[in-house]
């Protein structure tokens, strides 16, 4: 798979929403609201027990699967996980890796978080590495120390030629699902910094072509000023990505945000 930012990249993650039954019902209104967008890289994140039944909806459509989570053994005594070679047989391409809210609810580290990197990469599967800071360390001037460390730590031991397979998500925690987004040039300059991050460690071949995602409250009222800026591919969706319409039109606005630029 070649991953490009040269169309947006929207990405719904519906974090702990929706039995089969409800998915069901929502990728199949998703499917046709999408039928014939080819300008978009679309993905559905559900959770995993809906992960098969969405797969099997989204053959023939624009619409690709990624998961909310993997652990990084293959198979073994490890109750209650899922590896990365179960996810790909269901029909993932992605899997959300670090998320803030597995960070501060489910103990995640920049540690396991670079070993579940290490793991999808050596399954086929793109990790969307997730990043971003807290409200006290955005108010203390922390932002770039913590989206910096994040990366870095992250991403040790992984090949320049993997790091091409990941897609990088800034999501600023005081953003998420709390209705206050970063503005436009906000988030931009914090892109612009993960650019230069990518640029200086893994060269500009990765650096130029890299998707590098927002989240946090994104809607279908501000993706088209967020995607506007330069460094911003795309978004990880979570609450609008609960109903097919908003997110539809989140992809719109990020086609016509991406045709302007
Ligand atoms: P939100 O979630 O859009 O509901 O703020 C975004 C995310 O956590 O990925």
């Not at 609450?239 to 109903?243: D, I």
């Given at each position: 798979m070649t991953l490009t930012n040269k169309k947006p990249f929207i990405a719904g993650n519906w974090k702990l929403n929706k039995t089969v039954s409800e998915a069901i019902e929502l990728i199949s209104s998703l499917k046709e609201a999408c039928q014939?967008?080819?300008e978009a890289e679309i993905v559905a994140i559900p959770p995993f027990t809906a992960l098969h039944s969405v797969a099997s909806l989204i053959e023939d459509s624009p619409i690709a699967l990624g998961a909310q989570n993997l652990f990084w053994?293959?198979?073994?005594?490890?109750?209650g996980e899922v590896s990365a070679s179960m996810l790909t047989e269901v029909g993932c391409s992605y899997v959300v890796i670090g998320h803030s809210e597995r960070r501060q609810y489910?103990?995640?580290t920049n540690e396991s978080v670079n070993k579940k990197i290490q793991s999808a990469l050596s399954n086929g599967l793109s990790p969307i590495f997730c990043m971003g800071e807290t409200l006290e360390e955005k108010e203390s001037g922390k932002t770039r120390e913590k989206v910096e460390s994040q990366i870095l730590e992250g991403l040790v031991g992984i090949e320049s030629e993997d790091s091409k397979k990941i897609i990088f998500a800034y999501e600023p925690i005081w953003a998420i699902g709390t209705g206050l987004t970063a503005s436009p040039h906000e988030a931009e300059d914090v892109h612009n910094f993960i650019r230069n991050i990518l640029a200086e460690n893994y060269g500009n071949d990765l650096s130029s072509c890299a998707i590098i995602l927002y989240g946090g409250s994104v809607k279908p009222d501000n993706t088209f000023s967020l995607l506007s800026?330069?460094?911003?591919?795309?978004a990880l969706v979570g609450?609008?990505?609960?109903?097919a319409d908003s997110f539809a039109e989140i992809i719109k606005e990020g086609i016509r945000a991406y045709k302007e630029k």
């Open positions: 014939s967008i080819t053994e293959d198979n073994g005594a490890f109750t489910f103990g995640e800026e330069k460094d911003i591919n795309g609450g609008a990505s609960l109903k």
